[in-house]
């Protein structure tokens, strides 16, 4: 689509902020009012309009791309999304460790046991650590309180959440992460310590810097989503 407006506004309405283009409000793809919870989020998505050249590219558009999920996506069914991201405790990334070498494995336990114990200070979910890459159950107790936990977020922290934890492949660190347990560096760096290990011993190709700049960009645009809700 070519740009078509020439002001983009951002309007206060019923509780929440639209975005308008020359005092149109901006809908989502499923046709519905792009009506943002804050005003710092409803700034960033307009920030995203205004800085639009000839042509709309939504790639360019993390933060409204992510509104629009919230709103399409996510607001029908919130419990729906809320249980289909919990599922992803029973294999979090932190309970997987390396059987060997030593070093790796003692680095592992330094960057993932912080994380494991506040989900358990912070959520009673005392999700147990393995070794190897063999599916460990986890307790069911502990599955239902980080269930219960996503249950009580918003639409809107969902779709931040969400690509956090495909991302990382922890739920338990993108939940620390919205709760400003840990800041957006070190779980990017609890969730890639496997792949810096790899590069620090073995080198790094150029698909794969490529890769993980992308998903660095998706991973820094989810996380600056959730701290404008």
Avoid at 68 to 79: C, T, V
Avoid at 117 to 129: F, T
């Amino acid at each position: 689509m070519k740009r078509f407006w020439t002001d983009v506004e951002v309007v206060p309405i019923d509780g929440g902020f639209d975005v308008h283009l020359d005092a149109r409000p901006i809908r989502t793809p499923g046709r519905a009012p792009l009506r943002l919870p804050t005003a710092a989020l409803a700034e960033a998505v307009a920030d995203e309009w205004r800085a639009v050249g000839d042509a709309i590219d939504p790639r360019a558009m993390p933060i409204t791309g992510l509104a629009n999920a919230a709103i399409d996506r996510i607001a029908p069914d919130p419990g729906a999304f809320a249980a289909g991201l919990a599922a992803y405790g029973e294999s979090d990334l932190l309970c997987y460790r390396a059987e060997h070498p030593l070093e790796l494995r003692l680095r592992q336990d330094a960057f993932w046991d912080p994380l494991l114990a506040w989900a358990r200070d912070r959520h009673g979910a005392d999700l147990r650590p393995t070794t190897g890459i063999i599916h460990c159950p986890q307790p069911a107790a502990s599955l239902a309180a980080l269930a219960g936990a996503l249950a009580r977020y918003s639409p809107f922290e969902l779709a931040g959440l969400s690509p956090l934890v495909t991302i990382t492949g922890s739920l338990v660190a993108a939940l620390a992460l919205f709760d400003r347990a840990v800041t957006a560096e070190d779980v990017w760096a609890a969730a890639n310590l496997d792949e810096d290990w790899q590069v620090e011993h073995w080198g790094e190709d150029d698909l794969a810097r490529q890769s993980r700049q992308a998903r660095r960009a998706e991973f820094d645009a989810a996380a600056r989503f959730l701290s404008l809700l």
